[in-house]
Nanobody
């Protein structure tokens, strides 16, 4: 079992950048890791995922070229670098861990953090 704690959210203007971090209590090298987000009144959606060794990544189309997911297994930390932020990126961002297969479905992920708020203003 692993516990996840996100940080790094905040208020930023359009075009700005934020870097989210997710600190894990256990060894994240055992898990595929992902970022999801949930805007008010909407379902929780996939944003990005990275394989156990970091050799494979997948992104939501709308964030490709702007967001970068990375991991430091030695520090048991997952990151999401977000550049060129848009108003529609406003959401609570969640870190998640999957001990199963690599994938973008929420059902793949058994462990979740409590989220960090990202607000993009004009």
């Amino acid at each position: 079992q692993v516990q996840l704690v996100e940080s790094g959210g905040g208020l930023v203007q359009t075009g700005g950048s934020l870097r989210l971090s997710c600190a894990a209590s256990g060894r994240i090298s055992n898990y595929n890791m992902g970022w999801f987000r949930q805007a008010p009144g909407k379902q929780r959606d996939f944003v990005a995922t990275i394989s156990r060794m970091g050799d494979r990544t997948t992104y939501l189309d709308s964030v490709k070229g702007r967001f970068t997911i990375s991991r430091d297994n030695a520090k048991n930390t997952l990151y999401l670098q977000m550049n060129s932020l848009k108003i529609e990126d406003t959401a609570v961002y969640y870190c998640a861990a999957s001990s199963g297969s690599y994938g973008v479905s929420r059902n793949n992920y058994a462990y979740w953090g409590r989220g960090t708020q990202v607000t993009v203003s004009s």
